[in-house]
């Protein structure tokens, strides 16, 4: 095979995927997604590494590879521990929420776009008209439980 | 070389096109002109790039190529993140595959244990653990769309043109030390012993480095307990609830 051609390959699919990565982690809110496109930078920078070791025929770039693999995985460990308590605070994974951790010279982001989705995906079901005598409400129903 | 900037630029113009139709912008439609255009976009950077010189291998690496790319521009589209991480899964698949055919036997094998057995099934249980309906509205927008899809097409144009042009000048030595021949691959990073050459070479060489990445994995082990076992305490703390 052609080496240099196929280390040519690597590097440019290796920069797609970090490209992608990037973009992914620049625009989504979700925090779990842009963990997600972090980790898709990182298999971009590990493709470009054992092309480059396919090409030296060196161990060098797999070994950087073990240890990239190892400090993604603590780094997944940490993202899911603080995921789950930034969930935990605000009930949402919209990373919108910790706006107020911005710099201090930083003007509040207000979500006009977000307000202006769900106003326009409210489904308003019709309605009838209350009629008749409002009913005693029965609080044994109200309070009881199937299971705990 | 003007021709291949001319031709990269097209390209990277296309690409931000369509990475911006991709990414989720509240009721907009439009993700099939964007994935139309994206792979129109990776299309031509295909064509720019000299094959790997063996038309089966040639065919393998395309489709594992196009797998993973493909893969990953539908994670970073999906506005669902049960289905973001379910194709995230399969680009690594991609990427394991990648890593298989270039002569990294055991990182193939250990991207996919580790990221789609371990971390990704992580994830998904977390999301299903808080997200149990699926899509929220915020996952239906993105920030400032249009300046990440223009930021991620350049760079991505401008390695594109950087490796390329440096592949094509004649005067650039990439590879100092004499070019070794098939030979001498197969017996070092091609050999049939692959795992006892990388253990050897993981285990003496980088020894030290091990320690510290078993460190460094202890450490996060405690961190990430340390971290949970906060969330439980202003409850435990607070007199509100009886």
């Not at chain 1, 990037?22 to 493709?47: D, H, K, P, T, Y």
């Not at chain 2, 021709?3 to 990414?23: K, P, R, S």
């Not at chain 2, 912008?25 to 295909?46: N, Q, T, Y």
Request: with cysteine.
């Amino acid at each position: 095979m052609d080496e240099q051609a196929l280390l040519q390959n690597y590097l440019i699919v290796g920069a797609l995927l970090f490209g992608i990565g990037l973009v992914g982690f620049f625009s989504r809110r979700n925090m779990i997604v842009m963990f997600l496109c972090a980790e898709m930078s990182l298999q971009g920078v590990s493709l470009s590494l054992v092309g480059w070791s396919r090409y030296h025929n060196d161990w060098g770039g797999q070994m950087l590879v073990i240890f990239i693999l190892t400090v993604a995985a603590c780094e997944a460990a940490i993202a899911l521990a603080v995921v789950l308590t930034l969930f935990h605070r605000s009930g949402k994974l919209d990373i919108a929420v910790w706006q107020q951790l911005r710099e201090d010279n930083q003007a509040a982001f207000v979500d006009r776009d977000l307000v202006e989705l769900e106003r326009r995906q409210q489904v308003r079901w019709p309605t009838l008209t209350p009629a008749g005598i409002e009913p005693e409400p029965d609080l044994d129903q109200d309070t009881h439980r199937t299971h705990i | 070389m003007n021709e291949m900037v001319a031709v990269l630029g097209l390209a990277t113009a296309i690409l931000a096109l369509g990475l911006w139709f991709l990414l989720p912008r509240g009721a907009a439609a439009g993700r099939a002109i964007g994935a139309l255009l994206a792979a129109v976009a990776l299309g031509i950077l295909a064509s720019r790039i000299p094959g790997v010189g063996h038309l089966p291998a040639e065919i393998v690496f395309y489709i594992l190529a196009g797998v993973t790319l493909l893969s990953a521009l539908a994670t970073i589209a999906f506005r669902k993140p049960v289905y973001s991480a379910i194709w995230f899964g399969l680009s690594l698949l991609g990427t394991g595959g990648l890593m298989l055919f270039g002569g990294a036997q055991f990182l193939g094998v250990a991207t996919v244990v580790v990221y789609a057995g371990a971390i990704l099934v992580t994830f998904l249980f977390v999301l299903m653990l808080a997200q149990p309906e699926g899509q929220a509205p915020y996952d239906q927008l993105s920030w400032a769309p249009r300046l990440a899809a223009l930021t991620g097409a350049l760079l991505v144009g401008t390695l594109t043109l950087v490796v390329v042009s440096v592949f094509e000048n004649p005067d650039v030595a990439l590879r100092p030390e004499a070019p070794f021949n098939a030979a001498e691959l197969d017996e070092n990073i091609l050999s049939d012993e692959h795992m006892a050459h990388l253990g050897a070479e993981l285990f003496s060489k980088h020894l030290l480095a091990v320690e510290v990445a078993g460190t460094l994995l202890l450490a996060a082990l405690v961190g990430t307990v340390a971290i949970v076992a906060q969330i439980r305490q202003p409850e435990h703390g607070g007199s509100s609830h009886g």
